[in-house]
Nanobody, 110 residues
Framework: VQLVESGGGLVQAGGSLKLSCAAS????????VGWHRQAPGQQRELVAA???????NYADSVKGRFTISRDNAKNTVYLLMNSLKPEDTAVYYC?????WGQGTQVTVSS
């Protein structure tokens, strides 16, 4: 399995970004996929996940602001992030079947 994240960048607080995780070697419709993030000096945390059945769950810190979704035809999972806060600044990774992508940097300025 190979996972390639994209869509990160620099955004002002209150702004939005949409991250993409393109998978190859396995289907996102067969396995659950999670978005994790790691801020400097902090442990990685699970932000959002979508199961093979399409059930989603979110960390309390992002509920109501972030939305995880997938496009089976494109074999891609997305993370739409609205109302971004400086504390959302981190490297965001997608994970599937124990494999991690290289990550994409999200920086939110105040």
């Amino acid at each position: 399995v190979q996972l390639v994240e994209s869509g990160g960048g620099l955004v002002q607080a209150g702004g939005s970004l949409k991250l993409s995780c393109a998978a190859s070697g396995s289907s996102v419709s067969f396995y659950g996929v999670g978005w994790h993030r790691q801020a400097p000096g902090q442990q990685r945390e699970l932000v959002a996940a979508i199961s093979s059945g399409g059930i989603t769950n979110y960390a309390d810190s992002v509920k109501g602001r972030f939305t995880i979704s997938r496009d089976n035809a494109k074999n891609t999972v997305y993370l739409l992030m609205n109302s971004l806060k400086p504390e959302d600044t981190a490297v965001y990774y997608c994970v599937m079947v124990g494999e991690w992508g290289q990550g994409t940097q999200v920086t939110v300025s105040s």
